[in-house]
T-cell receptor, first 118, second 114 residues
Framework: AQTVTQSQPEMSVQEAETVTLSCTYDTSENNYYLFWYKQPPSRQMILVIRQEAYKQQNATENRFSVNFQKAAKSFSLKISDSQLGDTAMYFCAFMNVRGGTSYGKLTFGQGTILTVHP | DGGITQSPKYLFRKEGQNVTLSCEQNLNHDAMYWYRQDPGQGLRLIYYSQIVNDFQKGDIAEGYSVSREKKESFPLTVTSAQKNPTAFYLC?????????????FGPGTRLTVL
């Protein structure tokens, strides 16, 4: 079974600065997807970024980028130029893409609460 | 507008009662999921369905039941057998057939057992 660990329950950052959220995972699979989801105070889950394990290039989406270290099973999220609207809980998630009963299922970490201060 | 709706937003239940949470999507997605979220914990998968008339247990299915009679609808029943049902429940959907698809989430239902 896969496990996802987010070791930082809470983080804070000043507006316009950069912050990195950590995520590690454990799996015996070779191909899989990793996701970062954002849950703002409205509690609506929103996809931030996605990474396929076979791709060596780190994914980027505007101010959001990841540092994917496959051998270390690490998948951190970097938020540049932080904005007040980035305040949210951030979840790291793992998806197995091999066939079988775990296909397409997401396994989530415990979440990191990020607060952006003005 | 395409999306996922969940109702009600808040639900109160007395101990010993069954209650059904609604989830509807008009995204034409084949796969649908139910998650439970507790404070300090991530989302945990209760049940999922990859096609109409078929569904599988997730990691914490005990005390819950589902049905998938229509592609658009995936209701979740929280039975009296669920020992600690107070939680935030999220429904999600995704298109099947494409590996690594994003799951789209509804706004959630907050269930409180009195």
């Amino acid at each position: 079974a896969q496990t996802v660990t987010q070791s930082q329950p809470e983080m804070s950052v000043q507006e316009a600065e950069t912050v990195t959220l950590s995520c590690t995972y454990d799996t015996s699979e070779n191909n899989y997807y990793l996701f970062w989801y954002k849950q703002p105070p409205s509690r609506q889950m929103i996809l931030v970024i996605r990474q396929e394990a076979y791709k060596q290039q780190n994914a980027t989406e505007n101010r959001f980028s990841v540092n994917f270290q496959k051998a270390a099973k690490s998948f951190s999220l970097k938020i540049s130029d932080s904005q007040l609207g980035d305040t949210a809980m951030y979840f790291c998630a793992f998806m197995n893409v091999r066939g079988g009963t775990s296909y397409g299922k997401l396994t989530f970490g415990q979440g990191t609460i990020l607060t952006v201060h003005p | 507008d395409g999306g996922i709706t969940q109702s009600p937003k808040y639900l109160f239940r007395k101990e010993g009662q069954n209650v059904t949470l609604s989830c509807e999507q008009n995204l034409n997605h084949d796969a649908m999921y139910w998650y439970r979220q507790d404070p300090g914990q991530g989302l945990r998968l209760i049940y999922y369905s990859q096609i109409v008339n078929d569904f599988q247990k997730g990691d914490i299915a005990e005390g819950y039941s589902v049905s998938r009679e229509k592609k658009e609808s995936f209701p979740l029943t929280v039975t009296s057998a669920q020992k600690n049902p107070t939680a935030f429940y999220l429904c999600a959907s995704s298109p099947s057939g494409v590996i690594g698809n994003e799951q789209f989430f509804g706004p959630g239902t907050r269930l409180t057992v009195l």
